[in-house]
């Protein structure tokens, strides 16, 4: 067990809390999407990066819940926020199995039910990067190509895009 003291952590700075992702209590709440929790839903193993080239963007990722009730499984949540926190932008990684963007369809994690353990790190440049597994549960199925996959994604990001991230690439 470690204590940090002020010593070592004297860049750190008090702030206030804020939530990444919205409640709604309406526990039947519609059709879920990246964007809404229709039935508030958990997100867990969380990762967050500060960008190195602008400390108001904050990067988080965790394995988001909120589309079990669209496709039977949690899937990697991207959430972003250009001031410091204080708002974010939510997406998935694209590819989930209910994503008919442009992106989701080109994705080589389509046909994967499954995306989770997230690591988000940005680089020097300020590009976000967001890596984690896609799988199947139901290994050894004849039709899908794979079962588990490692990914990263990566984000050239611009404050302000839909999604608050660009295309990954």
């Known amino acids: 067990l470690f204590v940090v003291t002020a010593t070592f952590a004297g860049h750190a700075v008090d702030g ?6 919205n409640d709604n209590n309406n526990v039947d709440g519609g059709t879920p999407n990246p ?3 229709a039935q508030n839903r958990q997100a867990n193993e969380t990762t967050v990066a500060i960008s190195p080239q602008d400390p108001s963007i904050v990067a988080a990722g965790g394995n988001d819940y909120r589309m079990v009730p669209a496709f039977g499984d949690a899937w990697l949540g991207v959430y972003v926020s250009s001031d410091g926190g204080a708002t974010w932008s939510i997406a998935c990684v694209p590819g989930f199995p209910t994503d008919t963007s442009a992106d ?8 994967l039910v499954g995306a989770g353990d997230p690591v988000a790190r940005f ?4 590009n976000l990067y967001v ?5 199947n549960r139901d290994f050894d199925q004849a039709d899908l190509p ?7 994604a990566k984000y050239d990001y611009t404050p302000g895009t839909p999604g608050g991230v660009s295309t990954p690439t």
């Open 131 to 135: 890596a984690g597994i896609a799988f």
């Open 146 to 152: 794979n079962d588990t996959v490692a990914f990263v």
């Open 123 to 126: 680089d020097a440049d300020g």
């Open 104 to 111: 989701g369809l080109a994705s080589p994690l389509l046909g």
């Open 16 to 21: 206030a809390d804020v939530k990444v992702t």
């Open 35 to 37: 964007g809404f929790d």
